[in-house]
């Protein structure tokens, strides 16, 4: 039974971890089911680990591994007392949590096993949550560690219900076994059931991609080698007419003729093919421009929303997203949050950059390489560097009243 392979008395331990990680949270050992807060625990250190990633001397991609491990193995508890005891625990019907209004996506209860489709619309919630981590006021951790069980118990019933596919139908396949019972003996008694292994389905579509390329590959080769034969056929034609001299030369013109003929009509089809490709590229362009007109609208409407709170403190710009949907602290920016930041820098003097909330002066300071980081991030102070393509600041007294003056001015 699964209750004798996973004892709700079960024990485990979360990895040993650096001090900048204790002091956020010292995880303790989870015994059988974890509770809300051990979850929500697991979860904020998670998130300052990701955080601290980038930042030289600060993260490590072993640590936060061992904690992704972890938590997998605390919510794979979690499922397992809720489901256990269900026959078919995919065909359940899976229930998300409320989520707040401010966030545009709403999720509906899912029965049976998800589709594609519902799948992303959890994961989209869940990273349109985490964007507001760090503003207190508008994100509950309980919700967003709801959420994560959420996403990993409907990957499980999909799961299960592939595995239970995949073993009907390799039992289908099988040879049938028999079975006999020598009476009094007890000999041969019992039917021989061989092991089921489910195969690696990201295995499988990587194979079946890769044999769709060399399908491809083979077919652009066929052409290309009829393409040869019939030049190899060509040429051959034009060797039998120079070595038959005495047929009249009106015939060897006429096929000259029709062969630059030919040739002229490729090239009128390769200028028509190269005249389209160019009419095509057009819309590409002004759709791009229309797509980051929309870009930079999102990002003001974000900055409103955050500069509409009240309560922000410094904190609240590690919320503020650029024209891409990326916040400083997300995985895709490659930066460290402006939190951990001002932590590092603070009580350095040439480091100070002072930013204004709701009237109030605060400090965030950040040194010089920094600031060139979040202008770039930013897409401001475009002036201030040296080229396009470097983040040396020409200016760099300007450069920080620039960055500052934004950052005033998101926050309220």
Known sequence: MAVAYHPYG??????????????????????????????????????????????????????????????????????RSKYVEMVFPEAMTYTPPALPAHLSVQLEPISSAPSDEEIIKVQDAIRSYQQFANASSIFDPNINMELSQHLFDIQMARYTQRARTIRRTEHTTQPERTCTNNVGT????????????????????????????????????????????????????????????????QQSNSLAEKFIELFGKLNGHFEHSHRLAE????????????????????ARIQHAIVRNNRNNTTKAADCLTNEKGYTPGGAESHLGTFDLLSIHFAGQA???????????????????????????????????FESKTSNTLIDAGNARVVLSRYISSCLG
């Open 350 to 384: 040439t480091c100070s950059l002072p930013v204004m909330i709701n009237g109030t002066t605060h400090n965030l300071p950040l040194d010089n390489n920094w600031v060139g980081l979040f202008l770039r991030f930013y897409g401001i102070g475009e002036n201030y």
């Open 279 to 298: 009419l095509s590229t057009k819309p590409v362009e002004k759709l791009e421009e229309v797509l980051r007109d929309i870009s930079r609208v999102l």
């Open 186 to 249: 007890a000999a041969g008694v019992g039917i021989d059931q061989p092991t089921q292994q489910v195969p690696d389905m990201q295995a499988r579509d990587a194979i079946e991609r890769s044999n769709r390329l060399a399908e491809q590959a083979n077919q652009l080769t066929e052409r290309t080698n009829l393409l040869i034969e019939r030049s190899n056929q060509i040429a051959e034609r034009a060797n039998q007419l120079l070595e038959r001299p005495n047929e009249p030369l």
């Open 10 to 79: 079960q024990i485990y331990s979360p990895p040993e971890l650096p001090p900048y990680l204790k002091d956020v949270n010292d995880l303790k050992p989870v015994v059988g089911c974890p509770t809300n807060q051990e979850l929500i625990a697991i979860h904020t250190v998670i998130r300052i680990a990701q955080q601290a990633i980038n930042i030289p001397g600060m993260g490590g991609t072993i640590i936060l591994s061992q904690l992704s491990e972890h938590l997998f193995n605390v919510q794979m508890a979690r499922y």
